[in-house]
């Protein structure tokens, strides 16, 4: 069967492959893949920058954001053949740490972990590909081929859950206004998040009109298309940081009300360094019992929130996000990172 596959640490090795059907010990469910999203972190994989074969092996297949459908389930796996299916992408380590142990793989605390595509286990950009049934999640028919945004929205699901529990430190908390930077997928699927909590959604991005202004308009947020600097009086209570840019990073710190809340979700590349007053900043934080976390993964419980958001969201405005759907044959243009690309899909059918 064919699989794009990617020598890791080496740029530019991603190429379509002839590879041996997935043996049964991956998982007793054999899907059959019916898309693959792509994200940045694929493109840091074939940049050479991220990214690790299974142990004994040279190559890794590629690809974290699945949808498929059920060819082969075993009686009582709790799947049938034709369900529509995402792998979950983490796998807890094999010690397994308090967190791994306890379903938390997300959370995990000796970085042992691996994942599909990504880190020491074969991916899902494969014609087929095998799931363990506890590491499959059944995606509701009622989404059809949008079941291919399930992985990235439940990275924001993760997001919007530990903001929520960050926030329970205060009981009088009650947040009203949230700043989302960066209108990727992610960026746009938290402001969807955030309209779906009825808080005043703000979105930084800096084209001022184009697909992306007009999704951000249609979802009813409020768009600023000025550097992050300026947005000194808007005072948000919540800032979900998406762009992956260290100036807006470095920018958002800080730049919330007080008990506000600032989540960074882009995994940006080391060797950037800022001038910062870092006095300012500690004695605001401090003053205002500001937060600032990381959030990375997402366990099982945050694929069925994302389920639920996505069920519950405009199916019309969730398409849009989709930008390109390219055959696997075509998988370079799906690499490709152009103005306007908003998720780029390989799609299996067609
Ligand atoms: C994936 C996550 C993964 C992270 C770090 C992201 O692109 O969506 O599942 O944990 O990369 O490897």
């Given at each position: 069967m064919h699989a794009l596959t990617v020598l890791p640490?080496?740029?530019?090795?991603?190429r379509l492959d002839e590879v041996p059907e997935p043996p049964p010990e991956q998982g007793a469910l054999l899907v059959r893949a019916l898309a693959l999203g792509v994200c940045g972190t694929d493109r840091e994989i074939i940049a050479g920058e991220y990214g690790a074969a299974p142990p004994g092996e040279e190559r890794l297949i590629l690809g974290h954001e699945s949808f498929g459908e059920v060819e082969e389930a075993p009686r009582g796996s709790g799947f049938k053949p034709g369900d529509r299916v995402v792998g979950i992408v983490r796998r807890p380590d094999p010690v397994p740490c308090p967190a791994c142990a306890s379903?938390?793989?997300?959370?995990?605390?000796?970085?042992?972990y691996t994942e599909r595509g990504i880190k020491e286990l074969h991916g899902f950009g494969a014609e087929r590909f095998r799931l363990e049934p506890d590491f499959a999640i059944r995606v509701d028919p009622a989404l059809g081929a949008l079941g291919i945004l399930l992985e990235p929205a439940s990275i924001v699901a993760k997001a919007w859950d530990h903001i929520e529990r960050i926030g329970r430190r205060s009981p009088s908390w009650l947040p009203r206004k949230v700043l989302v930077t960066g209108t990727g997928p992610i960026g746009l699927l938290a402001a969807m998040m955030g309209m779906q909590r009825r808080l005043e959604v703000h979105v930084l991005d800096r084209?001022?009109?184009?697909p992306k202004s007009a999704l951000i308009a249609d979802l009813g947020a409020k768009h600023h298309a000025i550097p992050v600097g300026e947005l000194a009086d808007l005072a948000p209570d919540i800032v979900i940081e998406c762009t992956g840019s260290w100036q807006v990073v470095r920018d958002v710190l800080g730049l919330t009300a007080p008990d506000g809340i600032v989540c960074l979700t882009s995994v940006t590349a080391p060797g950037h360094k800022a001038e910062i007053d870092i006095g300012g900043l500690n004695r605001k934080m401090v003053l205002g019992n500001e937060a600032v976390f990381g959030t990375v993964n997402a366990n099982r419980g945050h694929y069925q929130m994302a389920a639920e958001a996505l069920i519950r969201a405009d199916s019309k405005w969730l398409s849009r996000l989709i930008t390109r759907r390219v055959p696997l044959a075509n998988w370079q243009d799906a690499l490709d990172h152009r103005p306007g690309d908003i998720k780029s899909v390989i799609d299996f059918t067609l």
């Open positions: 640490g080496v740029a530019n090795s991603a379903g938390n793989w997300d959370m995990c605390r000796n970085g042992r084209h001022k009109s184009g």
